[in-house]
């Protein structure tokens, strides 16, 4: 590794300016990544928007998951050739390792890329239409139904206004159109009374001798558990088959919606948001 290679990775180290692992996107070509500028920005922001802003945040200016990495002064310092190097080598003693089989070309791009919103001040493209997603996502999606989001939706599910801040939108599109994807932390059950009225809802509240349910609309019910016939798990209210009856545009919308939500919304404390 060159002298100022080595300097420039201890540097990051002691940081702890460490890049998210990138998809094997793009060729595989040569090791030896090509120094200069090239037309390869837009392929290194879909691969910073789909791979690296769940944690580096949409606009690479950080989040409790991983460093800023858009106005960092030590990322800013570094030349478009040295971050080429740094992908290309991974940097030694952190979790930052070599992305050499990514190719040369797919490389460069996300480093002019990482040099791109340090210039425009960490604004990167978005995947789709905000306005089209907020429109979805009250509307055709119904996702408001049980969703809120900046202060419009429901109760039942999680609020989502800051969703977009730890999660890509790759990670978004998953998370609402396969069930397996998504991070559930609280589960819906049904309650059956001994009058035979059946309650769904989530659990928000219990001990030995009474139960508090949040239903559907967002209403909270209390059931002394002698009252109670039975309690069982339920399945998610979240449809399962959005793949089917939204676009690949749609989803795009959506997810353009929630990123750009969380890039307006004060940055939220770590916390694991689950999309039911």
Known sequence: MKPILRRRASWLANLGVIFLPLLAHGQKTTANAPTGHSNSR????????????GCHGFDGKGTQRAPNIATNPAVQKLSQKELTEILLHGVP???????????????????????????????????????????????????????????RGGFIAPELTTYGQTHSAEKIK????????????????????????????????????????????????????????????????????????????ELNDIASYLLSLGEAAPRAMTRKHDYE
């Open 174 to 249: 998953s998370a609402i159109i396969n069930p397996a994807e998504r991070e559930t932390a609280k589960s819906m059950v049904s309650a059956v009374t001994t009058n035979g009225d059946e309650y769904k809802g989530i659990v928000r509240n219990q001990d030995n001798f009474s139960l508090q349910l949040q239903l559907i609309d967002g209403t909270f019910r209390f059931f002394p558990k002698t009252d109670l016939k039975s309690l069982q798990p339920a399945p998610s209210i979240m449809p399962a088959d959005y793949s089917s009856s939204l676009t690949d545009v």
């Open 42 to 53: 837009p392929r290194g922001a879909q691969i910073f928007a789909s791979t690296c802003a």
């Open 93 to 151: 003693g952190t979790g930052m390792p070599s992305f050499r089989s990514l190719g040369a070309t797919s490389i460069r791009a996300v480093a002019e890329y990482v040099q791109s919103i340090e210039d425009k001040g960490g604004s990167a493209p978005l995947p789709g239409d905000p306005k089209r997603g907020e429109a979805i996502f009250f509307g055709k999606g119904a996702c408001s139904n049980c969703h809120m989001a900046a202060g």
